[in-house]
């Protein structure tokens, strides 16, 4: 074991690491499969005042969420992906909607 050089003690690895007492489920988790959480999470977009007026291509595998298409701005790529990471069953979302504003606006060269 090498000794702490700020208190000279020994080093112990932390019996429980600090992240995961807010991961304990304390109530079972329903499970849901992907068209469950797809219809759930087509819904939320259909409600959510920053997203119900984009087409939104929602593809789900094992939990998985894949967000496509285009919206008008950089809030409702953000409100969509909180959507998806807010329904239940979903484990991971990949966020490939577009914003064709931002693509348009031209690039400052350095220097």
Do not use: F, H
């Not at 329903?30 to 087409?55: A, F, H, N």
């Not at 967000?67 to 966020?95: C, H, I, Q």
């Amino acid at each position: 074991m090498s000794a702490n050089p700020t208190s000279g003690d020994a080093w112990q690895y932390p019996s429980e690491r600090y992240y995961y007492a807010w991961y304990e489920v304390e109530t079972p988790v329903e499970v849901m499969d992907d068209e469950e959480i797809k219809g759930v999470l087509q819904e939320r977009l259909r409600l959510d005042p920053y997203t119900r007026d984009y087409t939104i291509e929602i593809m789900l595998t094992s939990g998985i969420v894949t967000l496509r298409g285009e919206v008008g701005s950089l809030l409702a790529k953000r409100a969509a992906g909180d959507d998806a990471w807010d329904t239940p069953g979903v484990l991971d979302v990949n966020n490939e909607l577009r914003v064709p504003r931002m693509q348009s606006v031209p690039q400052q060269r350095a220097g």
